[in-house]
């Protein structure tokens, strides 16, 4: 098994630009989610989903949005990269039912806005 | 609210010696989750240990040990014996009912065990 695949690992962008951060999991977990870790402030929760069809606002959504049209994908979208944005974004999945399950996490897309 | 707190940000040992990372939680739940995960220089987040609200017995893996404690809050790590390969960001993380066990973490503590 793959795990949590992101794509790409690295990116730079112009401020301006869009793009898509794409997530896949083959765990056929429910609950996935998308972080960022930016130095001194940990993982904060961007955007989550609880199963295909369904997703919510974390601690820090503005400037993205994402989409759950199956179980497998989760992408997250930059709609207009600013600086502030530059920053390391991680992908999560985990099994549904009580919150005891860990998250398996993605490796991390490093990306930088110019 | 639901609230993990770090407050070590960075400790430097030196091989050999024992170190405690402490966290220190906040929920007004009664049935919650406490995490620990690992990220290594390489980057990528590996799940250490859970533990559940009902369940205050510390547990060791090795050379890892937590201590769970629900009268303080705290749900503390301690590695004994700290070797390089223990350099790491750790972090700390809880999820509980009242938050729809959406996971908290906390702000991560780096270690530095030097040679």
């Known amino acids: 098994n793959a795990g949590v695949t992101q794509t790409p690992k690295f990116q730079v962008l112009k401020t301006g630009q869009s793009m898509t951060l794409q997530c896949a999991q083959d765990m056929n977990h429910e609950y996935m989610s998308w972080y960022r870790q930016d130095p001194g402030m940990g993982l904060r929760l961007i955007h989550y989903?609880?199963?295909?069809?369904?997703?919510d606002q974390g601690e820090v959504p503005n400037g993205y949005n994402v989409s759950r049209s199956t179980t497998e994908d989760f992408p997250l979208r930059l709609l207009s990269a600013a600086p502030s944005q530059t920053s390391v974004y991680f992908c999560a999945s985990r099994r549904t039912g009580t919150g005891n399950q860990p998250q398996h996490f993605g490796d991390g897309t490093r990306l930088s806005i110019l | 609210a639901q609230k993990v707190t770090q407050a070590q940000t960075e400790i430097s040992v030196v091989e050999k010696e024992d170190v405690t990372l402490d966290c220190v939680y906040e929920?007004?739940?009664?049935?919650?989750?406490l995490f620990w995960y690992k990220q290594p220089p390489s980057g990528e987040l590996v799940f250490l240990i859970r533990?559940?609200?009902?369940?205050?017995q510390n547990e060791i893996s090795g050379r890892y040990s937590w201590n769970f404690q629900k009268s303080t809050s705290s749900f503390n790590f301690t590695i004994t014996a700290s070797q390089v390969v223990d350099s790491a960001v750790y972090f700390c993380a809880l999820s509980s009912s009242g938050g729809s066990y959406i996971p908290t973490f906390g702000r991560g503590t780096s270690l530095i065990v030097h040679p």
């Open positions: 929920t007004r739940d009664t049935t919650y989750y």
């Open positions: 989903s609880v199963g295909a069809g369904i997703t």
């Open positions: 533990r559940n609200s009902f369940d205050e």
